[in-house]
């Protein structure tokens, strides 16, 4: 039976806060977001996430609102291997399982809950969709998750490197140089 629950972390990465409300339940996981920010610019993100078996994405919808106006971004998984941007095929992240929102400590979850990885042992690599904010651009990503420890995963990507701490349900708690879950 699917639980719902409401997060909200202190993202210092980008002077700011985000909220969500997420269900969690049979494999799946669906959540709507707010967040607003000032760093790179001031902005305000609203956004919707549908995951399918496997906490596989289906559909990323974002909103993003700043000095320079209102975009929107409707991404799409077809649940083969295939994304599309409004529409618009990306054949460049063809073969990524999940998106990754920027500044958002929340599409860290499918990954780590789909593999298990911040209860066991293991160590996985992953194309993500990664969605740049506030201007929504979709990128490539490769991405490192590594279990350290119950409740402690490692994160890398290129240079970059964080050893997260998730609660039992697979969501971030901490995430140095990004975010810490309010309590």
Known sequence: MPTTRVITWDVTASRGYETAWVE?????LRARGRAVGTVPEPYW??????TADGFVTRRLTVTAESAGGTRTL?????????????????????????CDLGLCPLTNTMPVLRHGLHQAPGERAFLMAWVSVPD?????SRQTY??????????????????????????????????????
């Open 24 to 28: 969690l339940g049979d494999g799946a």
């Open 74 to 98: 409707d991404l799409r998984h077809d649940g083969e291997g295939r994304w599309t941007a409004d529409g618009e095929r990306l054949p460049e992240v063809d073969g990524a399982l999940d």
């Open 136 to 140: 929504l651009t979709v990128q490539p």
């Open 146 to 183: 590594t279990h350290l420890g119950l409740g402690r995963v490692r994160y890398a990507s290129g240079d970059f490197r964080s050893e997260l701490e998730l609660d039992a349900e697979g969501c971030v708690v901490d995430y140095p140089q990004l975010a810490t879950r309010l309590r």
């Open 45 to 50: 993100i609203t956004y919707g996430l549908d």
